[in-house]
């Protein structure tokens, strides 16, 4: 059990480096901003109470926001993304129950789970993480077009981490 919190602890610091020290300075195009500091959330286990989930998503965020000069954003769309998790979860069940000790991930779930779960929530992180931004549904499709160009960056970010630390944990 304290080999999962000091995993969690150092993807934790890992993931919020890489966000804040490399990837806060990417922007492709004007619009296109990859967070995988996200991942965090959804590499959490399965057995992490709602409680715990929620505080450790408003944690992430909240140094991301920190940070980056936003108060408040990167919090309430990983706040969000975390309260949303469980739900998604039932909804997306591989099994009956999910088991203790598996990881959400492509090795233990497969790819078109894994995607399907990802999708959906850094779909929701980053639709009210833009929404936010602008604070106005004025240019409602150029807001939806960052949306959706900054999730599918994300997703491949998430998809070369993931299959990164699948091979690690193979070898």
Do not use: C
């Amino acid at each position: 059990m304290n080999n999962t919190y000091l995993i969690n602890g150092l993807r934790f610091i890992a993931l919020a480096v890489v966000q804040i020290f490399i990837l806060n300075n990417i922007r492709f195009a004007g619009f296109m901003n990859p967070y995988i500091y996200v991942l965090f959330i959804l590499w959490l286990p399965f057995e992490t109470p709602g409680w715990l989930l929620l505080l450790l998503a408003f944690a992430i965020g909240f140094t991301i926001d920190m940070f980056s000069g936003i108060m408040g954003m990167h919090t309430a769309a990983t706040v969000l993304m975390a309260f949303v998790r469980p739900g998604l979860l039932k909804r997306i069940a591989v099994r009956s129950q999910y088991d203790t000790g598996l990881q959400p991930g492509i090795q233990d779930f497969g790819f078109q789970w894994f995607f399907s779960y990802a999708l959906v929530l850094v779909l929701v992180h980053h639709f009210l993480l833009f929404y936010l931004e602008v604070f106005s549904f004025r240019d409602f499709l150029v807001t939806l077009s960052r949306v959706i160009f900054s999730t599918a960056f994300s997703l491949v970010l998430i998809f070369l981490t993931e299959y990164l630390f699948l091979k690690a944990k193979k070898s």
